[in-house]
């Protein structure tokens, strides 16, 4: 994973409807055949799917811009037009989708269903649709409207069970290594770590667990301070985490300190972070100079009322009693947290000032615009709040009074994309 990317901002687009067509049966021996133009096809949608072979938002470094195709025009001989094509983009499992300007979730990606991000416009009704006793020949067809565009905020937060956090150079790293089949790269210094890594314990038969290496976090991380600021997310679905500890002495540092300073940093990011479920580790035990240290964080943390481990990872001692009683603590906890929904669409700053194009056929009149097809697009009429903001706009905007300027009569049909209604003083 040379390269990992955990937050990227893109902008989709789903594809606008089609436009009705205007036509009529034409065939020989039969006489009047009667309008035919087909609908237009439905706007393609742009979808959200989880790809399990992902675990980077590396592609969306370099494209940042996503379209769905647009539905095609209806024809002649009532064919409809088809159906633009939907647009699904993959993304790794653990996604959450904000909205850019808010920052309120929009979807987290934790299941494999597929999630609609941008609805593709509804298609435009042909002619054909428009006949009536009194209107046999309609000369008109409506457009298609536009689909859904949105600007989002991708932001990866890992599924891990459990996370291991500790300053830089702790033995995380080699950890994970010896409590899975992972391979983080290795090294004596500090931020060998650049990415998080995952890896998948089994500690019995039908017990297992996913545990995550967290980059080192260093004081003032929750301020931006080295990798943790950016890393610190990932350890928020994490039901149990792991605090490890150096206790070798080897670096001149105190045990003690080490730990209060990380608690610290997860308190100042989210406090109920810090109070999530914890076992202690101190490790590099074997190579203690004295075990002052180790025995001043035992009494310490014991103390706080958390179980402490004695560690050698690199020696692989004391790792299988860690790791079991990891299964055990998690046996008891609820399962990863799933982040809800919480972005509420809000309805756009659409100018009515611009005139609509008014058109009167027999008893219909036709209107037509570029903020009524925007405005439209974003109506939910089975929402009975959505259509009273729709009346208003219409109000607003002095429609109806030119209606009526024009002689617009009770009972005639107001026809607007995909929308009649029968006009009532």
């Known amino acids: 994973m040379p390269n990992f990317v955990d937050t990227a901002r893109i902008t989709v687009k789903a594809g606008n409807g089609g436009n009705g067509a205007v036509a009529f049966h034409r065939e020989k021996y039969i006489a009047a055949g009667g309008p035919a133009g087909g609908d237009g096809g439905r706007g393609g949608s742009v ?3 989880v790809d399990e072979h992902m675990s980077t938002l590396m592609d969306f470094r370099y494209k940042r811009s996503y ?5 095609q025009d209806g024809q002649g001989k009532r064919c409809s037009g088809r159906d633009g094509e939907d647009l699904i983009i993959r993304v790794p499992r653990g996604t959450v989708v904000r909205d850019a300007e808010t920052g309120e979730i929009i979807q987290d990606m934790q299941d494999s269903a597929p999630f609609v991000l941008a609805k593709g416009g509804s298609g435009g009704w042909g ?5 009536t006793p009194t209107r046999q020949a309609p000369r008109f067809a409506k457009a298609g409207l536009p689909g859904q565009s949105r600007e989002i905020l991708l932001e990866l937060r890992l599924l891990a069970d459990v996370g291991l956090v500790g300053f830089p150079n ?8 010896v409590v899975s089949k992972a391979q983080p790269k290795i090294a004596d210094y500090h931020f060998t770590t650049l990415f998080p ?12 667990f996913v545990l995550a290496d967290i980059p080192g976090i260093i004081e003032g991380a929750a301020q931006g301070a080295g990798l943790g600021h950016d890393f610190l997310r990932h350890i928020d ?3 149990l985490l792991i605090h490890m500890v150096d206790v070798s002495g080897c670096e001149g540092r105190d045990p003690v300190a080490d730990f209060d300073a990380i608690q610290e940093e997860l308190k100042q990011y989210s406090p109920e972070l810090a109070a999530r479920p914890m076992l202690v580790a101190g490790n590099k035990a074997d190579i203690a100079a004295n075990r002052s240290g180790l025995e001043a964080l035992k009494a310490h943390v014991e103390a706080l ?6 560690l050698s990872a690199a020696a692989h001692r004391g790792t299988g009693d860690l790791m079991r009683a990891a299964a055990a603590r998690l046996a008891g906890l609820p399962p990863i947290a799933t982040y809800q929904p919480e972005y509420v669409p809000r309805p756009p700053e659409i100018d009515t000032n611009e005139p609509l194009h008014i058109e009167h056929q ?3 009149w036709l209107v037509e615009g570029p903020w009524l097809r925007q405005l439209m697009a974003n109506v939910n009429f089975g929402d009975f709040e959505s259509r009273n903001w729709f009346d208003r706009k219409l109000r607003q905007s002095g429609l109806f009074e030119r209606l009526e300027e024009l002689g617009i009569r009770d009972g005639d049909t107001v026809s607007m994309y995909n929308l009649e209604f029968e006009y009532r003083r």
């Open 237 to 239: 679905r994490c039901r």
């Open 67 to 71: 379209t769905a195709a647009n539905g």
């Open 127 to 131: 002619n054909r649709h428009f006949a």
């Open 362 to 364: 027999e008893d219909v």
């Open 197 to 208: 890594n995952l890896g998948v314990v089994y500690v019995d038969e039908g017990a297992s």
């Open 47 to 49: 979808l959200l799917q």
């Open 305 to 310: 009322g958390l179980p402490f481990f004695e």
């Open 170 to 177: 702790v033995g995380k790293s080699t950890l994970l290594s």
